[in-house]
């Protein structure tokens, strides 16, 4: 192996989750051709009290766990390598940060060791995840031997050591910045949209912004595909990277149901399992990404219909007693919200929001509501009355009902009986899930269970991994 990021530093492990668990494997694994990392030396933990017990079972010697953490305790540290929830501009971090600590994420110490790897990145705030696995399967009917990794379940520490011909990687806006920190160039990297989000995490809308755009405007992609249509992404300007545009009329994108690559209709989406018309716009990216790295993406567009929609976005589960239950349990923003709504306005709809409370801004959905409102709106969570309040005097002028549930449960009792049998039941929360549950895949698999289908059904993503 070659230089590695942790050689001569004193590193230690802040999160024990699935990529905490990976990046320790790598780090104790040895160097294989191609890929490995290999940190001999003591390693601290830091974990909360469960995770130490199940840390403690790997039976490593050279593992110091320490269930707790401050700044004074990090600043020991060279290196710190956390875990992609807990953000570098935390108080505790940004103390060791003014004492020295390094502070980087798993996705950087794989892109450090992996330098040759052939990398197609995908960020976004929303329609990351179905573009990245979209891409990934264009890529495999093309013949090649492809890898869907990153923010859509499985960490890249998990394959430090795999070898694909292609790496299709999802990125969140926790990890961007990786990319760019490790000063390797991605191949190519796509970028859905911008809307404000994660704003506890990043400390305000324009660092957001910053963080999520970091992958191209500092990690110089060889190839940048940005959408038209987003008006953030519109004014860019990348002087370090080929910019290929979608949704623009010149390149790939929709009229109606067609997709079109300038004035020529290549394919008729209508009958595709893709939801929405966002979803379409999506793989209008990945022909555009497909066609600039040298593929006949007119000739590959057939193959998205054998696409598997991804599970928590817009998912149709069935229909119980004349309702049809639609898991958007990854709506984490009002705008997911409105797309989702969007999708079935010609039917009475039911729809549930609200959770997790990190400040995002609801007036424009509010005021999307005096038009296009569905026939009932259920608040719910921590956010919840915070809606609530901003919804009142719209609903008081007519056109929706409007409700405010103590949990998932009570909203979808009082959704059924709005819509009396005949309708759509909607978990679009626009709002993430931390509270009652862990991730939105756990509360993607309540609603499920509530609504009377085997949660164990629904959850698998297809194709992850290499193959």
Avoid at 72 to 101: C, N, W
Avoid at 353 to 372: I, K, N, P, Q, T
Wanted: proline share 6%; hydrophobic share 40%; with cysteine.
């Amino acid at each position: 192996m070659g230089h590695s990021l942790l050689d001569g530093q004193r590193a230690a492990l802040w999160g024990w989750g699935r990529e905490g668990k990976a990046t320790h494997r790598a780090l104790r694994s040895a160097p294989v051709a191609g890929g490995g990392i290999r940190y001999p030396g003591e390693l601290t933990l830091f974990c909360n009290a469960q995770e130490a017990e199940d840390a403690r079972a790997l039976g490593d010697p050279l593992l110091r766990i320490e269930a707790e953490v401050d700044g004074e305790r990090l600043s020991a540290f060279d290196m710190v390598i956390k875990s992609p929830g807990i953000s570098p501009y935390s108080p505790m971090a940004r103390a060791a940060q003014a004492s020295g600590t390094r502070f980087v994420g798993a996705t950087q110490l794989w892109f450090a060791e992996r330098r040759d790897a052939d990398t197609l990145c995908v960020t976004g705030t929303k329609g990351k995840s179905t573009t990245t696995a979209m891409l990934a399967h264009l890529l495999r009917a093309a013949g090649k031997r492809t890898a869907l990794v990153g923010n859509i379940g499985a960490p890249l520490m998990e394959l430090i050591d795999g070898q694909a011909d292609v790496w299709a990687i999802e990125l969140s806006s926790y990890q961007t910045r990786d990319v760019a920190d490790s000063g390797v160039r991605p191949h190519l990297a796509i970028v859905t949209n911008i809307y404000p989000e994660h704003l506890d995490w990043h400390g305000g809308e324009d660092r957001y912004v910053a963080d999520k755009l970091a992958l191209v405007t500092e990690g110089k992609p060889h190839v940048a595909v940005l959408n038209a249509a987003d008006p953030i992404l519109a004014r860019m300007q990348l002087p370090d990277s080929e910019v290929v545009w979608f949704n623009h009329a010149d390149g790939w994108h929709m009229q109606g149901e067609v997709i079109h690559r300038g004035d020529e209709a290549i394919f008729d989406t209508s009958t595709l399992p893709l939801p929405g018309a966002h979803n379409r716009g999506n793989l209008c990216a990945v022909l555009a990404a497909l066609e600039a790295i040298g593929f006949d993406a007119a000739a590959f567009a057939p193959h998205a219909a054998t696409f598997q929609p991804l599970p928590n976005r817009l998912q149709a589960l069935g229909e119980r007693d004349g309702i049809l239950y639609v898991n958007d349990s990854i709506s984490t923003t009002p705008h997911a919200t409105l797309a989702a709504l969007d999708l079935y306005r010609d039917r009475p709809v039911a729809v549930l929001v609200g959770g997790h409370d990190r400040g995002l801004d609801w007036h424009d959905f509010a005021e999307a509501m005096r038009s296009c409102a569905p026939h009932a709106i259920v608040t719910m969570g921590q956010n919840g009355p915070r809606i609530h309040a901003l919804l009142e005097p719209i609903a008081a002028a007519g056109g929706f009902t409007l409700s405010q549930a103590r949990d998932l449960e009570d909203a979808m009792r009082i959704g059924r009986d709005a819509i009396q049998g005949n309708g759509v039941m909607l978990l679009s929360p626009g709002a993430p899930s931390f509270g009652p549950y862990r991730d939105y895949v756990a509360r993607g698999r309540h609603f499920a269970e509530l609504a009377g289908f085997d949660p164990g059904k629904i959850s698998a993503i297809q194709g992850m991994g290499i193959s």
